[in-house]
């Protein structure tokens, strides 16, 4: 048997299949909003009975310095549509409509969103969306790395066999 604790966050990409780290939003144009990143934020995916992740915080974070300005203007911006629920355990549908600037660090609350708990095995829909002003000069490819944090219940030991 292997000890594990307290909720655990993981990106999946837009097919629900592979862990990612980075958003890639293709051929940007300034003026235009680019199309809109997926992913799934599972919080401990096919586990039971572990803690839900309270107050889920979503930021980004420049990946190279071709994204900094992009970063720091919160030119990125998140909503989510919402939380999935494989298990039926009753989630309330809490899916918002518009988007969120944000960018920085996630203990600033003007730098990150918060979406919401997820519980165990459970995963909510997000979307990213680019939107560069015109007149702005791209230089390089922008790397924006994505950021979550969460307020954790008390947490509890789980045993769970591998």
Known sequence: MEMRKGPYLVIYDQTNEERMS????GTILAGNAGQDVVVWLWNK??????PTATDVRIS???????SEEIVENGYVSVRSDGVMDPDG????DDAEVE????????LDPDSYHQVGDIPTNC???LFFRLE????HALKGIPMILVQ?????ESVKWLYVED
């Open 22 to 25: 980075g958003l890639d939003f």
């Open 45 to 50: 995916r096919d586990f039971r009975d572990a």
């Open 60 to 66: 980004v974070a420049a990946g190279n310095a071709w």
């Open 89 to 92: 355990a009753g989630i309330v």
């Open 99 to 106: 988007f969120t600037p944000i960018g920085g660090g996630l």
């Open 123 to 125: 995963a909510r829909r």
């Open 132 to 135: 560069i002003p015109e007149g």
């Open 148 to 152: 979550f944090g969460f307020l954790a």
